[in-house]
């Protein structure tokens, strides 16, 4: 089955300017003994602490949910882009969803101990503290350590999108926000979903390799029978193709779909990048075609309106194909590689990694696949470079371990929403994390008590790679987003006096429910008590104000476009909403 030469470390990263492998040949798995000691962390950084282990994970209502936005003006923009979501999930918890915010640029350390005063204050009550965190803003706003923290106690995704000049987009912020709230409450018809396999066909050793594997032992573990089988309607394999146009084509399932995708991911070109903006728009592309030039290359221009997996879940392997990072767990050892210039193409390697000084961002693939309202829900992906550690036995390369990636598939498959889905994987993270802590308190020991280490230093650096391979995954998009079907019980629990309002297709008095028409009349009765009421909100009878809040409540638009058509301000507009809750939970307290 393996037609790849053995004991080989591979990389899935392509040069920029000619789309070929920039490690043609791989490394001797005898590179990875020369891995140093990777620095210590603070205390806490890597360790798990998930609370309330006891507690259902995909429970908001147990396990809640809140956002962290950066600190100023660009994270209030950033939280009113998706109101709406916001909304959506203190519906379907049943408490206010309490934003964080932090300041930008925090390391490990820093960020442990934000973890453990702000998120962990011990002055509210645990089963009030959030474990679904969605961060907000590119990696130089809300930072890489901080996810990194975060992700071992919590279930942690990312949302940034980016236009045409590096700054935020709003409007692709709210569009995927809508597209969220738009499968949450109108999930499709299918009880399972689709399971799609691919890996380019472009003759390297690294995605031969993936092929054989990740690629087969997955289909092969998709397809076990037995009482815990993957719970798919069709396992499939996409053929190779020659065009990123005929990739886009094999993948647009009829429902909504998981899918596995292995190949190159674009780096630096020999030349460099021409600016920034050609870096951001392109690193982390993907080299999708076997054959042909750069209709090989899929990339977010591509992405953008194309029809891709609407409503499901994208892991993609491939060199920072979910971003790069401010540097490089990997840059220590292949700088000694390159030094010692045993190994054909390090060097390049090691041209392709951020400089000191360089913006750490999120790839625009990814944004627009969120952005898309024909897109994924989330998308997990590498935010540094990529090697085929993270799918084999450190010691034995030629020895599959698919399972680990296969773990968040069947996860994301069964209904698991996707911060649980990627927790899966990351499992294995703290288990290598936790080999390599032991060898190193052995290695100690033996100094202390001069005896020989019994660590074999090979072994242990090869579990620092895959350490750092492993932890190099990330999710972009809503943790709490999950796949839209009718078996995942998704749609969202909305208090009692919106919930039966949303089902009616007219907004007409007449035409709501009875236990909606109990508010009728109480917005009249307690909203022209508040005297600070503006003038401009005076004409609007208890009918139009209705409007407003049902129309914020739907969830279908951003909250300040609602008070704009209203003649309102934006925190008069919260104020009917918190009045309308309260009048419906009075109303629905008075039934006999």
């Not at 969605?134 to 279930?155: I, K, M, P, T, Y």
């Not at 992906?381 to 993270?390: E, I, K, N, P, V």
Request: glycine content about 8%; proline content about 7%; charged content about 25%.
């Amino acid at each position: 089955m393996l037609d790849v030469a053995p004991r080989t470390l591979e990389l899935l990263l392509a040069d920029a300017g000619d789309l070929r492998p920039t490690l043609a040949s791989g490394l001797p798995e005898i590179a990875a003994g020369k891995a140093p000691q990777p620095e210590k962390t603070p205390r806490g950084v890597d360790a798990l602490s998930l609370e309330m282990p006891d507690a259902d994970p995909n429970d908001l209502a147990l396990q809640r949910w809140s956002v962290i936005a950066p600190e100023g003006a660009a994270g209030d923009r950033a939280l009113e882009a998706i109101a709406p979501l916001l909304r959506l999930r203190e519906a379907e918890q049943g408490a206010k969803v309490v934003p964080f915010r932090v300041k930008p640029g925090m390391g490990m350390a820093e960020s442990a101990r934000w973890k453990n005063d702000v998120l962990r204050d011990e002055r509210v009550p645990e089963a009030e503290r959030p474990r679904y965190l969605l961060l907000l803003g590119d990696l130089d706003e809300v930072s890489a350590e901080l996810q990194h923290v975060l992700a071992n106690g919590s279930f942690v995704g990312r949302l940034h999108v980016a236009g045409a000049d590096g700054k935020p987009d709003l409007d692709g912020y709210a569009a995927y926000a809508d597209k969220v709230v738009r499968w949450a409450r109108e999930p499709t018809g299918a009880e399972q979903p689709d399971a799609l396999f691919f890996v380019a066909n472009d003759g390297s050793d690294a995605t031969r390799l993936g092929h054989s594997l990740l690629i087969e032992p997955c289909l092969l573990m998709a397809q076990r029978p037995g009482r815990r089988r993957f719970p798919a309607a069709n396992v499939l394999e996409v053929p190779g193709t020659d065009t990123a146009a005929e990739f886009l084509g094999g993948v647009n399932a009829a429902r909504p779909s998981v899918l596995l995708s292995v190949s190159h991911g674009l780096g630096r070109p020999r030349g460099g990048w021409a600016s920034d903006h050609h870096q951001r728009a392109l690193q982390g592309a993907l080299v999708v075609g076997g054959q042909g030039g750069s209709e090989r290359l899929l990339t977010a221009e591509m992405m953008q309106n194309a029809s891709f997996l609407p409503g499901g879940l994208w892991f993609c392997l491939a060199c920072f194909g979910a971003g790069t990072p401010k540097e490089s767990a990997f840059y220590a050892w292949l700088s000694l590689l390159a030094r010692e210039g045993a190994f054909d193409g390090v060097q390049r390697v090691l041209e392709s990694l951020p400089r000191a000084g360089e913006r750490p961002f999120l790839a625009a693939l990814p944004q627009a696949a969120l952005r898309n309202p024909e897109g994924p829900l989330a998308v997990i992906g590498h935010l540094d470079l990529a090697w085929t550690y993270g799918f084999t036995d450190p010691n034995r390369m030629t020895q599959s371990r698919a399972s680990r990636i296969f773990s968040s598939l069947q996860a994301a498959a069964r209904g698991s929403r996707a911060g649980v889905a990627l927790d899966a994987l990351m499992r294995s993270y703290r288990e290598v994390n936790d080999e390599l802590l032991s060898g190193y308190h052995a290695e100690e020991d033996a100094r202390v008590w001069n005896r020989p280490s019994p660590v074999e230093p090979v072994k242990r650096s090869s579990a620092f790679m895959l350490r750092n391979d492993l932890r190099g995954y990330v999710l972009l998009g809503d943790p709490a987003a999950r796949l839209p079907l009718m078996a995942s019980g998704v749609q969202a629990r909305l208090p009692l006096e919106a919930s039966e309002v949303l089902r009616t297709t007219a907004m007409q008095p007449e035409k709501l429910p009875e236990k909606a028409m109990l508010t009728r009349g109480l917005l009249d009765e307690i909203l022209p008590q508040r005297e600070s009421m503006p003038a401009r909100s005076a004409g609007h009878d208890a009918a139009k104000r209705e409007e407003a809040v049902i129309a914020v409540l739907r969830g279908d638009e951003a909250p300040r476009a609602i008070a704009e058509r209203y003649g309102v301000s934006r925190a008069e507009l919260d104020r009917w909403v918190e009045v309308y809750r309260e009048a419906g939970r009075s109303a629905v307290g008075k039934l006999p």
